[in-house]
């Protein structure tokens, strides 16, 4: 079930929650609830989120918050996510991110991103990522990019590693 109030001076509320599964409604099921405002450059949006038996996740719960502003020449961001559960792999992680992207004209934009992946797990798996972007619109529905990422990895068992992204993006 979904539910998403009407926009109230640039408040949104949305709740959804899911009753499970069909073999066991005890498991798998999840309620979230958020709330956004959006006025003219800013957003701020909070959001919480309880699981009770979902996939690999089991049960825990998760809370996310997001900044983003539009100063015109450039769009900031900022987010924050925590993550608890009773499973091994995903004990506790949080995840701080900021980002910029910056118009270039012509529809093309360049963008920057950091990511830094606090993982309280039995792995540690600990992480940054930095991202660099070009993105090239070409349709209201369509752009096509370029970008490099670049991850540090602060666990010996996993690797660093930098990869280099061309493609084609749709949105339906």
Same mark, same amino acid.
């Given at each position: 079930?979904?539910?998403?109030?009407?926009?109230?001076?640039?408040?949104v509320v949305r709740v959804l929650h899911g009753l499970? *599964? #069909?073999?066991?409604? &005890?498991?798998?099921?999840? *309620? #979230?609830?958020?709330? &956004?405002y959006s006025a003219g450059p800013l957003l701020v949006r909070l959001a919480r989120a309880d699981y009770d038996g979902v996939?690999?996740?089991?049960?825990g719960d998760?809370?996310?918050?997001?900044?983003?502003?539009?100063?015109?020449?450039?769009?900031?961001?900022?987010r924050y996510r925590k993550m608890t559960s009773d499973t091994a792999a995903t004990q506790s992680t949080k995840r701080y991110g900021a980002g910029v992207s910056v118009p270039l004209g012509s529809g093309l934009t360049a963008a920057v991103d950091y990511q830094d992946w606090d993982n309280n797990t039995a792995a540690?798996?600990?992480?940054?990522?930095?991202s660099l972007a070009l993105i090239k619109t070409l349709s209201?529905?369509?752009n096509i990019y370029a970008a490099y990422v670049s991850?540090?990895?602060d666990n010996a068992a996993l690797k660093d590693g930098d990869t280099l992204a061309v493609g084609v993006r749709h949105n339906f």
């Open positions: 079930m979904n539910y998403s109030s009407p926009n109230m001076g640039g408040f499970g *599964t #069909e073999t066991d409604p &005890s498991t798998g099921e999840q *309620t #979230e609830i958020s709330l &956004s996939g690999t996740f089991g049960n998760e809370t996310q918050a997001q900044l983003d502003y539009n100063f015109g020449v450039a769009k900031l961001n900022a540690n798996s600990d992480m940054t990522r930095l209201k529905r369509t991850d540090n990895q």
